[in-house]
C-alpha cells in the first residue's frame, strides 16, 4: 500500500481497503493484485489445510460519508461472494441526502430482525496452530432478509441507536446455548460482548439464571470482550471478570 492508503479487518472475513484520491483503474488493479495473491492458494496449518477464495467489493467514498459507503462496498463483496464474481463494482458516490433514509430503513430492518427471528449464527472454526484440535467455534452474528444476508458492521449502529446491544448479546447467547444442547461435539463457543452488555447490572444474574435452565457446562462458553471496552471502563471489566469465573464462564479479550 502506498501513503494515502489503509487497510482494516471489519468481520471475521472482510477487509477494507482505503484509498485516497485515487484513479478507478488503480483500485482494479490493486483488487486484481489481491485476488491473484491469495486466490487458490492452499495453507497448512499443524494437521489442516486450508484453500483461501477471495472476492472484492468497490464502492466510491464521499468523506463524510464514509462509514455508510465502507458498508456498502462490505455488502458488495457480500454479493460478490454469493454470486461467485471475482469484482463486483459500486460506481456511485453515497451522498449524504442518503443517510436518513438509510437509517429508517435499518432501523425498520431491526425492528423485523427481533420480531420474526431473522437473526441468527454462524459459527468459524478456531484452529490451534499448536496442533490442538479440540472443536472451538468463533460465534458470528448475521442478519438475513430475504436473499440478503448482513454481517454486523452494517447493523451495530442501529442496534446501539436503538439501545438493542444488551438484547442482541442476549438472544446471542440464548441461540448459542441452544447449539452446544443441540450439537455434543462443540466444546467452545467465543462469543462477542458489547461494553453495554458488561455495564448492565442485571447481566451476570440473567445469565446465572439461564445458565441453571439449560443444563450445560458453563465451560462452554467463552465470552470476548474488545480491548476498547476494557479500557474504557477497566473498573466494571474487573467486577465483570469475577462474576463470570463464579459461574465459571470463561472470559477472553
Given at each position: 500500500l502506498n501513503n494515502n492508503e489503509f487497510?482494516?479487518?471489519?468481520?471475521?472475513?472482510q477487509f477494507c481497503i482505503g484509498l485516497v484520491n485515487t484513479e478507478f483503474d488503480r483500485i482494479h488493479?490493486?483488487?486484481?493484485?489481491?485476488?491473484?495473491?491469495?486466490?487458490?492458494?492452499?495453507?497448512?496449518i499443524a494437521h489442516h489445510m486450508i484453500n483461501v477464495a477471495a472476492h472484492v467489493g468497490l464502492s466510491a467514498v464521499e468523506k463524510e460519508a464514509s462509514e455508510i459507503a465502507i458498508a456498502n462496498a462490505l455488502q458488495i463483496s457480500t454479493q460478490a461472494i454469493h454470486k461467485d464474481i471475482?469484482?463486483?463494482?459500486?460506481?456511485?458516490?453515497?451522498?449524504?441526502e442518503k443517510l436518513e433514509k438509510i437509517?429508517?430503513?435499518?432501523?425498520?430492518?431491526?425492528?423485523?430482525?427481533?420480531?420474526k427471528d431473522k437473526f441468527f449464527l454462524v459459527f468459524h472454526p478456531i484452529i490451534s496452530l499448536l496442533g490442538d484440535d479440540l472443536p472451538r467455534y468463533e460465534t458470528l452474528l448475521r442478519l438475513r432478509e430475504g436473499m440478503d444476508i448482513f454481517p454486523?458492521?452494517?447493523?451495530?449502529?442501529?442496534?446501539a441507536a436503538q439501545d438493542k446491544m444488551t438484547e442482541i448479546d442476549r438472544l446471542v447467547i440464548q441461540k448459542s446455548i441452544k447449539k452446544i444442547t443441540d450439537t455434543q461435539d462443540i466444546v467452545q463457543l467465543f462469543i462477542k460482548i458489547s461494553l453495554p452488555s458488561m455495564r448492565d447490572s442485571t447481566f451476570i444474574p440473567w445469565l446465572e439464571e439461564t445458565l441453571k435452565a439449560s443444563n450445560i457446562n458453563p465451560t462452554a462458553l467463552i465470552f470476548e470482550l474488545s480491548e476498547k471496552s476494557v479500557f474504557d471502563d477497566f473498573e466494571r471489566t474487573k467486577k465483570f471478570a469475577s462474576g463470570l469465573r463464579l459461574l465459571q464462564v470463561g472470559l477472553s479479550i
Amino acid at each position: 500500500l502506498n501513503n494515502n492508503e489503509f487497510a482494516c479487518r471489519y468481520t471475521d472475513r472482510q477487509f477494507c481497503i482505503g484509498l485516497v484520491n485515487t484513479e478507478f483503474d488503480r483500485i482494479h488493479q490493486l483488487a486484481g493484485l489481491l485476488l491473484e495473491a491469495v486466490r487458490n492458494k492452499p495453507y497448512q496449518i499443524a494437521h489442516h489445510m486450508i484453500n483461501v477464495a477471495a472476492h472484492v467489493g468497490l464502492s466510491a467514498v464521499e468523506k463524510e460519508a464514509s462509514e455508510i459507503a465502507i458498508a456498502n462496498a462490505l455488502q458488495i463483496s457480500t454479493q460478490a461472494i454469493h454470486k461467485d464474481i471475482d469484482i463486483l463494482s459500486h460506481g456511485s458516490l453515497v451522498h449524504l441526502e442518503k443517510l436518513e433514509k438509510i437509517d429508517d430503513l435499518w432501523g425498520k430492518r431491526i425492528k423485523q430482525g427481533f420480531e420474526k427471528d431473522k437473526f441468527f449464527l454462524v459459527f468459524h472454526p478456531i484452529i490451534s496452530l499448536l496442533g490442538d484440535d479440540l472443536p472451538r467455534y468463533e460465534t458470528l452474528l448475521r442478519l438475513r432478509e430475504g436473499m440478503d444476508i448482513f454481517p454486523p458492521i452494517q447493523f451495530l449502529d442501529a442496534l446501539a441507536a436503538q439501545d438493542k446491544m444488551t438484547e442482541i448479546d442476549r438472544l446471542v447467547i440464548q441461540k448459542s446455548i441452544k447449539k452446544i444442547t443441540d450439537t455434543q461435539d462443540i466444546v467452545q463457543l467465543f462469543i462477542k460482548i458489547s461494553l453495554p452488555s458488561m455495564r448492565d447490572s442485571t447481566f451476570i444474574p440473567w445469565l446465572e439464571e439461564t445458565l441453571k435452565a439449560s443444563n450445560i457446562n458453563p465451560t462452554a462458553l467463552i465470552f470476548e470482550l474488545s480491548e476498547k471496552s476494557v479500557f474504557d471502563d477497566f473498573e466494571r471489566t474487573k467486577k465483570f471478570a469475577s462474576g463470570l469465573r463464579l459461574l465459571q464462564v470463561g472470559l477472553s479479550i
